[in-house]
């Protein structure tokens, strides 16, 4: 029964189509992986939840600004992880807000691994002040309000395989493919989301018994655009402070030549259910003369009143 749901899922995620890039990204991405992957919720073994804040272009007008507030839980005596997140992101005029549910089931494959799979259902608000934008034309039918909206149901699915020390995860976002309309005009084209595919890896190797070293890779695929590859390293020191690198190459060609970044990441457990994160990335092409780079916070905690071996120690 097991290799047969197993199966199922996977032909799902291979079989569906990919398509363009429309979802805010985060550096930070493995301290928070149930906003790539809904097989992640529950993982943890306990409840846990994470905040984050992304300032994109730091000094440019109309710059992209994203927050996310994520928690998720192991139901006790079950097999069963939940999620909750609700999220804003906002890129001059446009804005997308949000809320999602998911439910992830998770199958032992091993003594000490697991193969969990998730299904997020979420609802967007897809809005753009008009007022934001300079007109030529203040009579132009498509602008004749001062904001369009739309509300747009939509769903992921993702696969996930983690043991103590290392995962494996698949994932696929806006299942429906969902249209939505941002103008007034009676002929006006909708827009839609499309397809995203996620596929992202890691292990923690112990180095010394207080130093682990960590990579972990993130491909992200959508279709007619160029593959997003972002490979990090970090250091685990004490087993409390995460120090790390990472370079995310892009091949899509713009007036600033490619879109290569380096990553820096720090992330500190304050407290044993508080932890902090911070992340700067830094530009490769001439847009890195005309802003400050990309700042990301982030804020997480856990609650381990339901802690499993799996939680302890928590590498990710």
């Known amino acids: ?44 073994g306990l409840l846990s939840g994470t905040m984050v804040h992304r300032s994109q272009w730091t000094d440019m007008p109309g710059a992209p600004i994203t927050q996310s507030l994520s928690i998720h839980s192991a139901i006790p005596n079950s097999n069963v992880g939940l999620g909750l997140q609700v999220y804003n992101d906002k890129a001059g005029p446009l804005k997308n807000t949000g809320i999602s549910l998911t439910y992830a089931y998770h199958l032992p494959v091993g003594e000490k691994a697991k193969l969990s ?12 002040g008009w007022d934001q934008i300079n007109i030529d034309d203040n009579n132009d039918l498509a602008f004749i309000s001062n904001a369009a909206s739309s509300w747009v149901p939509d769903a992921s699915l993702g696969l996930y395989y983690y043991k103590e020390r290392g995962y494996f995860g698949l994932s696929v976002n806006h299942l429906l493919q969902s249209r939505f309309n941002l103008a007034t005009a009676p002929d006006a084209n909708y827009a839609k989301f499309y397809r995203q595919y996620y596929l992202t890896t890691g292990i923690v190797i112990p180095l010394t018994k207080d130093l682990d070293f960590r990579p972990s890779v993130l491909l992200k695929y959508v279709h007619s655009a160029p593959v997003v590859g972002e490979i990090d390293a970090s250091l685990i020191i004490f087993k409390k402070l995460f120090i790390g690198a990472g370079f995310r190459t ?17 992330e500190v457990e304050i407290t044993d259910f508080l932890r902090f994160g911070y992340s700067y990335d830094y530009y490769l092409n001439r847009n890195g003369s005309y802003n400050s780079g990309t700042h990301e916070f982030m804020l997480g905690f856990d609650i381990s009143g339901i802690k499993t071996k799996l939680s302890s120690p928590r590498f990710f």
């Not at 569906?16 to 992957?37: C, E, I, K, T, W």
């Open 1 to 44: 029964m097991k290799i047969k749901i197993i199966a199922t899922i996977l032909i799902g995620i291979l079989s569906l189509g990919a398509y363009a890039q429309q979802d805010a990204g985060f550096s930070m991405y493995f301290f928070n992986p149930v906003y790539v992957n809904p097989g992640y919720a529950g993982s943890r």
């Open 117 to 128: 799979f998730g299904l997020t259902g979420m609802l967007n608000n897809i809005r753009v």
């Open 250 to 266: 892009n091949n899509r060609m713009n007036i600033s030549g490619t879109d290569n970044m380096l990553v820096g990441i720090v």
